[in-house]
């Protein structure tokens, strides 16, 4: 016996023919002048395309220590409070932060294996997203995972312990680094 | 301040796609219902409203700087004032609060709150990268930004923390998808079982389609106004319902963008900032304190402090000490099944860390329902008793005004007649709660509404 999936649908793009003319009455009169209320609509394509300028500015460093295998985190220098994602400024002190070198090593504080994403990465799926810990960091750092099975997701993946690698053509990115199990 | 009344709202039909109509269109449908339901014309109500606040959430979808505007003269509203706020997925609570402070404040004596979101204008996967758009373009987009995988992150600590499980989740949805069933307005009225949740697609480990709210067109309105207000609508004609619904308090909360920068509290400033005022006991300080034994720490990525702060001031400004057993129902933001089970806890409805079990226990189901389901304890408070996002869908602007007007009609007992089926109505409410939530739990919205004796 055959499975069947009477609700089976194919997937929506758009596209298509480009239309030079759509159909409109021959003659206008009060009725048919009426009959515009209903009718369907007319559906176009538009495409919206720019290109941003964008400064990392005060993180810049961060990126500039990726493309030299280096994991830069910010310290208060206060109070010590400890970001694993780079911020300037202290959310407590309001301290400009210091820059403090980050072990290379850390664990998975949380993950998901995404099937399905936004249209950057779509092909990219399945890709692993984690929040990595630090020892002696008061914040975690979101990141990506490989060397592991996607499909094998397990809750006993907190906890593990990984390591950063870094792109030897840095894209400046935050994926410059990523991470990979550490065992 | 004053008191504000709610005195009447409409929601267009949410759905996949409006072609058919602008999004100002879409919101005259929504503005003309609630105009209709007090029994005034349009031009008499648009004579005698003081002004608007309106709400959307992206300018990508509508590819529209100012919408707002749009809308507001095709409502007929110019020259009065208006404006319009957004703040990601709480756009449309935070503009209800809006619409509540001009009155409350004594700057309007009616005020028309509206909002809208046309999301079927790109497809799905660059409508996922639109809203991606809400997390940190520096450090969290580039590296996969996809908000269902945001949430999957949260949810997977929140299973490793405290146990919380995949059933659990499930039943959310079959909940608030039977729920549904019973209202015309939503776009998803289904009957679903768990393994049916479970056999979804996977979207981003663990939660499946059905775990997840879908985009949607879709509007809303409602109109708040002062005592002055309502004899001014009145004495025009319009028929207000009694009992009046009254907004006894409004509360709203923050946290940081990035899920990584969330802190890490002591358990000291735990109690010191974040215990609600029911909480402090022997007992729950004590369970507390065997959560952070354990390596709890709040509010991490597993709760939202932002809802927890909102829900605090609320419930002080309306005086609500138990919140279980003092609030009738609650429309909750549950884009995914995993933050409704979050937002149990954030507003104190169980304590954090027992969301999956009160998820199951049967005190959030409305009654007189067959779900399906083996449920040990009868409904107390139900959520979404709507349906909520993951059922309505979330039109985003628009969502949150939903919830308000949802909660009118139970507060006014008129579910029947507006869904022409009065299943979901439930018996004689008097006090509601609405949560409007973004990002990961940026900005948080807690507004609640009572029903005057």
Redesign the interface.
């Known amino acids: 016996m055959t499975d069947t999936n009477s609700d089976a649908k194919q997937p ?3 596209g298509g023919f480009v239309v030079h003319n759509l159909p409109f009455p021959n003659h206008l009169d009060a009725n048919t002048l009426e009959l515009l209320k209903d009718m ?2 007319v ?1 176009i394509e ?1 495409t ?1 395309c720019i290109t941003y300028l ?1 400064s ?1 500015a005060q ?1 810049s460093p961060f990126f500039a220590g990726l493309t030299n295998r280096v994991f830069l985190g910010n310290r208060d220098p206060e109070t010590g409070y400890t ?5 300037g400024h202290d ?1 407590t002190t309001g301290n400009r932060n210091d820059w403090v070198v980050f072990p290379n090593e850390g664990t998975i ?14 092909p ?1 799926c399945p ?1 692993i ?3 990595v810990q630090f020892e002696g960091a ?7 995972l490989i060397g592991v099975e ?1 499909e094998d ?1 397990s ?1 006993d993946w ?1 906890g593990m312990k990984v390591k950063a690698r870094y792109l030897r053509n840095a894209k400046l ?3 410059d680094v990523y991470f990979v199990p550490a065992e | 301040m004053r008191p504000v009344y709610t005195v009447s709202g409409g929601v267009s039909k949410f759905t996949k796609a409006r ?2 109509k602008t999004y100002q269109a879409v919101v005259k449908e929504a503005y003309d219902y609630a105009i209709e339901d007090i029994s005034l014309t349009f031009r008499q109500f648009n004579e005698l409203v003081d002004g608007s606040v309106a709400s959307y959430f992206s300018d990508h979808f509508t ?1 529209q700087l100012m919408a707002a505007i749009m809308a507001q003269d095709y409502l007929g509203l110019c020259p009065k004032p208006s404006h319009r706020c957004e703040g990601g997925g709480a756009t449309g609570g935070i503009c209800f609060q809006e619409a509540w402070k001009a009155v409350a404040s004594g700057y309007m004596d009616i005020c028309v709150a509206y909002g809208f979101e046309t999301m079927s204008h790109v ?1 799905t ?2 409508g ?2 639109f809203i ?1 758009h809400a997390s940190d ?4 987009y ?5 908000y ?2 945001y949430y ?3 949810v ?2 929140h ?2 923390e405290f146990g919380t499980t995949l059933e659990q989740l499930a039943t959310v949805s079959v909940k608030n998808h039977a729920n549904a069933f019973h209202n015309p307005y939503a776009q998803k009225r289904q009957r679903l079982t768990l393994q049916d949740v479970r056999d979804a ?7 499946t389609r059905l775990d997840i709210c879908v985009m949607s067109d879709g509007a809303a309105a409602t109109i708040l106004c002062s005592e002055e207000g309502l004899a001014k609508l009145e004495a025009a004609g319009a028929q207000v319902r009694r009992p009046l619904v009254k907004v006894t308090g409004i509360g709203r909360g923050t946290d ?1 963008m ?7 509290q002591s358990y000291d400033d735990f109690l010191k900032h974040n215990l609600l005022p029911h909480e402090d006991t022997a007992d729950t300080r004590s369970y507390y304190r065997h959560l952070w034994d354990r390596g709890f720490r709040y509010p991490g ?1 597993h709760s939202f402090r932002a809802g927890r702060m909102g829900s605090r001031e609320a419930y002080k400004n309306a005086g609500i000490s138990d919140p279980l057993h003092e609030i009738d129902f609650v429309e909750l933001h549950d884009a995914y099944t995993s933050s409704e089970i979050q937002t149990y806890e954030d507003m104190g409805l169980c304590r954090y860390g027992e969301g999956g079990g009160f998820a199951v226990s049967g005190k959030a189901f409305v009654p007189g329902i067959d779900y399906g389901l083996d449920l040990p304890a009868e409904p107390v408070c139900p959520v979404n008793p709507s349906g909520g996002l993951i059922a309505c869908g979330h039109p985003v602007g628009a969502t949150g005004l939903m919830q308000a007007v949802f909660a009118l009609w139970q507060l006014q007992d008129t579910v029947g007649l507006h869904f022409g089926d009065d299943t979901l109505q439930l018996n004689r409410p008097k006090r509601g709660a609405i949560h409007s939530h973004a990002g990961t739990g940026t900005y948080v919205t807690v507004s609640i509404m009572e029903r005057e004796e």
Not at chain 2, 142 to 146: A, H, K, L, Q, R
């Open positions: 929506e793009t758009l369907a609509p559906q538009q919206y964008h990392y993180d970001y694993a994602t780079p911020r959310m504080h949380a993950f998901t294996v995404c099937h399905f994403g936004s249209e950057e990465f779509l990219q890709f997203l984690i929040l008061d914040t975690l750092f979101l990141s990506r996607p997701a809750l907190i990115k935050p994926t | 072609p058919d590819r497809e996967w660059k996922n990268e991606a373009v520096s450090f969290d580039p590296v996969g930004g996809f269902s995988g999957a992150i949260m997977t600590r299973m490793k697609p996977m979207v981003a480990w663990p939660l940081a990035r899920m990584a920068d969330r802190p890490h990525v």
